[in-house]
Every structure is written in structure tokens, then in C-alpha cells.
T-cell receptor
């Protein structure tokens, strides 16, 4: 079955270290997104990519970086510059035809904790 | 994209219909209404979406008022597994992203 996979489910990081969260989809979706969710809060957009080798900053991109070398993959790196990285990270993808975007499919998330 | 307003929390008895309201008074003509839900510590799940007409699928029904300034998501026979946060989002299909607010936390009570 097609889907979107995030790994790992839980991740612990020491302060000052970079860490990369994986997001892979086999839905043949063009667009991919990274969101951050803090306890009791809604989702905030970090980065998104509409096509391979292109991506744009979302509302809270500082301290994060991404790449989109393959259509199926959109990894997120949380750098040491991110001041408060402990959060639940969600990856999503969607189809796009012309300028029309369709609904999201979400992964199951990665919970990152800085220790 | 238009902003939405939802009550922060609601309760519903198991087996009864759950009616979740959403106000989107600034919605424009090309914006769709989407509903997602998020069960604790999981990714949001698509439920339903619509533009003008009422919509129904195996999960829920979506009722959109004639002026499109509000809508209601109906879960016809709520179960304990429907306990989740429900997000109402309006977005044009040329928009780049969905804006998720804090949603409505629905608790289904046995």
C-alpha cells in the first residue's frame, strides 16, 4: 500500500548536535511539507517543496534545513541553531496538477527530545 | 487563506451524533472547506472536504451554509475511537499550504 513513512518515531538529541529526520513517500506526490507541533498547539509550517530540487521556507524555518534530491524523499535537519527543538514533527505530501494542490497525506510523526 | 474559528472542546455521548461547528466568515469563492482529525501523537487524518454543496462519505458528513460562512462536520454515530482533535481549514486549491489552528478537542464519553 502507498503511504508516507517517517523515521524514527522517537529521537533523542544532545544539545548542540544536528539531527536529521527522515520522510519518504511512495504515493508519487509532487509536493512535500514539514510541520512542527508543540503540546496543545496547532501545526506550524517549517519548509515545503513543490518539485524536486526546489523548496521554500515556511513560517518557522530558522534553525532547520531541508533537501529535495528525489521526489520520494524530503529529509529535515534540525540544526544546533534551533533554540527549542523539542517537539513533534510531521511530514506530509500532496498531489499537484498544474497549480491545483490536493489534500494532504500525513506521516505518523517523529517526536524529538533534546536531552 | 481564510481564518477559521472553532470551539476549543466538545463532549459527545457514545452512539450519538457529534456536530462540530466551524466559522469561516471571510471565506472567498474559490476556497474549499477541509476537515482533518488528529488522534493523540499521530499524524492528522483527512476526513472530508467541500466547496458549496453538502458532502458525505463513509466517515462523516459536511454541511456548508448557503452563504458559506460556516460549516458543520457531523459524525453520525460517535465511538470512543472518534476522540481526537478536529481541524477545520479553508484553502484555495492554488494555495501552497494548509493552516492548522488549534482545532476542537472532541471527547466521546461512554
Amino acid at each position: 500500500d502507498g503511504g508516507i513513512t517517517q523515521s524514527p518515531k522517537y529521537l533523542f538529541r544532545k544539545e548542540g548536535q544536528n539531527v536529521t529526520l527522515s520522510c519518504e513517500q511512495n504515493l508519487n506526490h509532487d509536493a512535500m511539507y514539514w510541520y512542527r507541533q508543540d503540546p496543545g498547539q496547532g501545526l506550524r509550517l517549517i519548509y515545503y517543496s513543490q518539485i524536486v530540487n526546489d523548496f521554500q521556507k515556511g513560517d518557522i524555518a530558522e534553525g532547520y534545513s531541508v533537501s529535495r534530491e528525489k521526489k520520494e524523499s524530503f529529509p529535515l535537519t534540525v540544526t544546533s541553531a534551533q533554540k527549542n527543538p523539542t517537539a513533534f514533527y510531521l511530514c506530509a505530501s500532496s498531489t499537484r496538477q498544474g497549480r491545483t494542490n490536493y489534500g494532504y497525506t500525513f506521516g505518523s510523526g517523529t517526536r524529538l527530545t533534546v536531552v | 487563506d481564510a481564518k477559521t474559528t472553532q470551539p476549543p472542546s466538545m463532549d459527545c455521548a457514545e452512539g450519538r451524533a457529534a456536530n462540530l461547528p466551524c466559522n469561516h466568515s471571510t471565506i472567498s469563492g474559490n476556497e474549499y472547506v477541509y476537515w482533518y482529525r488528529q488522534i493523540h501523537s499521530q499524524g492528522p487524518q483527512y476526513i472530508i472536504h467541500g466547496l458549496k454543496n453538502n458532502e458525505t462519505n463513509e466517515m462523516a458528513s459536511l454541511i456548508i451554509t448557503e452563504d458559506r460562512k460556516s460549516s458543520t462536520l457531523i459524525l453520525p454515530h460517535a465511538t470512543l475511537r472518534d476522540t481526537a482533535v478536529y481541524y477545520c481549514i479553508v484553502r484555495s486549491n492554488t494555495g501552497n499550504q494548509f493552516y492548522f489552528g488549534t482545532g476542537t478537542s472532541l471527547t466521546v464519553i461512554p
